[in-house]
């Protein structure tokens, strides 16, 4: 007979998964069924998980990357230990967020998921201490450069503090080592900023190889307080996107905004488009809004011209 595996999931009341899953942290207990531990008690906290959670925290931070390569267990048991955190926690969350690791062979830090877990709950429990913590982590340098974690984390929570001004510093920055992730968070944050700023966010940003960097600015120009911003300029960008994938999100978001004079912009650039994926975008999005006479209108030229481009293909 196959070897009897423990569970990884618990199907019972919360309180039930929460006993059960408890009952499982264990440094010594198998790695798979660990995880499916903490991820019950994430979503199914139990205030008397905490001590058996910074007991085996407390295990694997001993000896950090040699018991915890990538600090994997570390973020999820602080994920599960998020809900019951209190005060009493401090030293640990204020070790976290300051905890790097170089593992070789290429020795480049490893620690990122650490530091952003360790700061979400320090935002929670002290915010003041958590915007200076984000300031430093967001432009440390030890940022993974794929993800832009924990600075696109950073970004956020003193984004949620309205902390505005490191997010136009770093955004702004020319020949400083940003990232194209952290820059588009920080570019999204900052509809609240003066309408004044915006050119200059364009000129920096507007002509950006960089799809995540566009989109950031595309959510900035519509989502701004005062109203769409740089109108031409999102009318070249609906006319000149070379990216499916960007210009799908640029007609979506400007369609969703519900906004007349990005719609007018959307419908204009219906009238003239013949590119034959950014029909089928431009259908897909107007398609919601086919009771307004303007846009049934332009939905039945789009598939005309869709139906005169299959001939043609044919």
């Known amino acids: 007979m196959p070897e009897a595996r423990e569970p990884h999931y618990w199907p019972a009341g919360p309180e039930t998964r929460a ?5 499982q942290l264990r440094p010594e207990q198998k790695r798979d069924v660990l995880l499916a531990a903490l991820r019950t008690l994430k979503n199914a906290p139990a205030q008397e998980a905490r001590e058996p959670l910074l007991r085996l925290y407390e295990h694997f931070a001993a000896k950090g990357p040699k018991r915890d390569p990538g600090t994997y267990m570390r973020r999820a048991i602080l994920d599960a230990l998020r809900p019951v955190a209190l005060p009493a926690d401090m030293p640990l969350l204020l070790a976290g967020v300051t905890t790097y690791e170089f593992l070789p062979p290429g020795f480049e830090e490893d620690a990122v998921l650490l530091r952003s877990g360790a700061l979400l709950i320090l935002n929670e429990l002290d915010d003041t201490l958590a915007g200076y913590h ?22 956020r929570v003193l984004a949620s503090q ?3 001004l490191p997010l136009y510093l770093y955004a702004m920055q020319r020949d400083a080592a940003t990232l194209p992730e952290v820059v588009s968070e920080c570019l999204h944050s900052l509809t609240e900023i003066p309408e004044a700023l ?3 966010i364009v000129e920096r940003h507007g002509k950006s190889e960089s ?10 120009l519509i989502g701004h307080r005062a109203g769409p911003q740089a109108l031409d300029f999102l009318a070249d960008a609906l006319a000149k996107a070379r990216d499916l994938d960007v210009y799908r999100y ?6 969703a905004a519900r906004h007349k004079s990005l719609a007018a912009l959307v419908l204009r650039a219906a009238g003239f488009e013949n590119d034959a994926a950014r029909v089928e975008v431009l259908l897909e999005a107007l398609q919601p809004f086919a009771a307004d006479p303007q846009v049934a209108e332009s939905l039945d030229r789009l598939r005309e011209r869709q139906e005169v481009g299959r001939k043609v293909r044919r």
């Open 162 to 164: 309205g902390a505005l």
């Open 134 to 155: 984000a300031a430093r982590i967001m432009s440390d340098g030890y940022a993974d450069p794929m993800s832009g974690e924990p600075a696109v984390t950073a970004a």
């Open 198 to 200: 915006i050119a200059g």
């Open 211 to 220: 799809s995540a960097v566009r989109i950031g600015l595309y959510e900035l």
């Open 19 to 23: 006993e059960q899953a408890l009952a």
């Open 250 to 255: 640029l007609v979506i978001a400007m369609q």
